[in-house]
């Protein structure tokens, strides 16, 4: 028998069987039917077409889907990621949720810094404005007093309606002075509900916070499993 | 080890910026996921801290004595965040991990055995400080919350129990952790000198976006748990001096200047003491009451409040320094101060070229590591 690939170095193809001549046996002894042979041997090479096509195409599906958990790359030629390449990947993928975590947290604290800051500049702001309005009521009071000493020290005979005018004085600055109280009553009330406010905004962003965290620490940790 | 290739490869390295550190904490992280639990959220400020370092000690790796001295500060200051021995090796080879990548195809055996040298170097006197540390004092206290009352708008005083005991010399800070906010430590100064219930008193101002502060003003109530690192700072009373005191509190710069009075309180035979209490507006002098309350007490006390742009207040009005110097001659006085930085320069400055001499004047060095 004449076969090429009895070289250890080459496989068995389809073609090797189409090209196989068997030697016929000497006349007068028994040998094998050619017919069958070659029969056989088309079964055989069939088989071998069909394994070989199947390889190939298992071979790319496995490149295929290397290629996918891999990520980006299209490398066509089947340069295989080695171990050093998928840890510098699983590098860069933590370097970014960190970058991505960073960012949430600053633009949190952002945010709250313009939140408290107005909230300071309007305190300032109704403070210095309750203040002035508390100046005013007061000027105008002690002008109103002051007048009104000086018209009973010029006006040596009462007039009947001077009597009239201080008890419209006393009642326009008992209404001054409670006026007075309702503006800080409701300026306390005011102030204490903004710092409540701030309070409950707190208490949800630790809560949030620690959610987060908590978040952060289960994912971190799938992906250095995936990644191992 | 070559000192020069060492310096020259760093530098090189340090041209890609926030890139370097990002890497080694991501590679450190994937290599070791249990060491992720020390650091906080954000990373962002841990990245500056530790290319800040680096830099500092590739810059002395010449200078053993300077570098000694910063490398054991460091290794104390990294028993609060939970620092351990074993965790040099981690770190280390995701130094050198890190290096490798950015040296590219300049990194070669020689630099490689440089690095590992001067990390080792590095690490042993960390550890050895960690541990002569360990011999007499916890990484952290443990603190439980007494009280905390707001004083102010933004200035609430905190009354915190640590376990165990914490000792102190007035005018000194802790850095303190809030639950809220795991891994960000911030330090404050301690209002008040050494107590029999062992309590401490801080002053928190809450500050605009401030995320410790706001955890330490609005979050807490008696009960709350914190932590606290070791005793630091050099605003401490120099007790072998016979000279009278001037002390300058801006805003919550009250507190240590407020334990050093508690400690002069004690002295059998008390200097006087002019405290220049001082704030932007009237409401930011929030502890005038317990202040006044101390100045009945004592006879060689004198609280001076003094407000700086609110020219209504009945009292002391003007910039800091201004109101001081006219309000007397201080080149005889020990003179303290602290609070905002800007206003400590300056009344610093302006009290030196009054005739005050400078090592009469005490103020608050930085120089500590922040973590």
Known sequence: MTVAWQ????????????????????????????DHVRTFLQDVERELVTLLNEKVSLWNEVERL???????????????????????????????????????????????????????????????????????????????AREAALATLNAPPVPPQMEADRSALKAELAYLRTFGEVYRTHLRAYTEGMLRSIAEWERNEAGAIQQASAETGRSAGGAIKRSR | MDVL??????????????????????????????????????????????????????????????????????????????ALAEHYDVVGDS???TLAHFAGDTWTPELASDWR??????????????????????AFWQGTVVSCERKAFDVSVLRVRPEPRLDFVPG??????????????????????????????F????????????????GQAAGGSLRLGPPVGVLTLDTSSRRDILMVAGSTGLAPLKALTEQVASMPRPPKVHLFCCARTADGLYDLPSLDNMATQHRWLTVVPTVTSDHAFKGETGSVPDVILRSGSWSGHDAYLAGPTEMVRETSARLTSAGTPRDQIHIEDFGWSEP
């Open chain 2, 172 to 201: 000194q800070s802790v850095a303190i952790e809030s639950p809220q906010r795991p891994r960000l430590w911030r330090y404050y100064s301690i209002a008040n000198a050494p107590r029999e219930d062992g309590t401490l008193e």
């Open chain 2, 203 to 218: 002053h928190v101002r809450l500050i605009d976006g401030g995320a410790v502060s706001m955890a330490l003003t609005c």
């Open chain 1, 66 to 144: 290397r290629r996918r958990i891999m990520g980006t790359k299209s490398s066509g030629d089947g340069v295989l990621f080695g171990r050093e390449d998928a840890h510098i990947h699983a590098v860069r993928i933590l370097s970014s949720a960190q970058l991505t975590a960073d960012r949430y947290v600053a633009d949190a604290q952002a945010y709250s810094h313009r939140l408290t800051e107005e909230a300071r500049t309007r305190r300032d702001e109704i403070l210095s404005e309750a203040q002035q309005h508390a100046d005013m009521v007061l000027e105008e009071a002690s002008s109103r």
């Open chain 2, 95 to 97: 130094l050198l991990a």
């Open chain 2, 5 to 82: 290739r060492l310096k020259d490869s760093f530098a090189k390295i340090a041209l890609h910026g926030d890139e370097v550190p990002l890497f080694f904490y991501s590679d450190l992280f994937i290599k070791h996921p249990e060491v992720r639990d020390l650091f906080p959220i954000s990373m962002k400020a841990q990245r500056d801290h530790l290319v800040g370092a680096l830099g500092q000690i590739v810059g002395q790796v010449d200078r053993v004595d300077d570098l000694t001295l910063f490398l054991q500060g460091l290794g104390r200051d990294h028993r609060k965040f939970g």
């Open chain 2, 117 to 138: 040298d001067a990390y080792s170097l590095v690490a042993s006197v960390m550890i050895t400080a960690a541990k002569q540390d360990e011999a007499t004092r916890p």
């Open chain 1, 7 to 34: 070289d250890e170095q080459k496989r068995l193809t389809p073609e090797d069987l189409q090209a196989v001549t068997f030697p016929l046996s000497r006349l007068g002894r028994r040998g094998y039917d050619e």
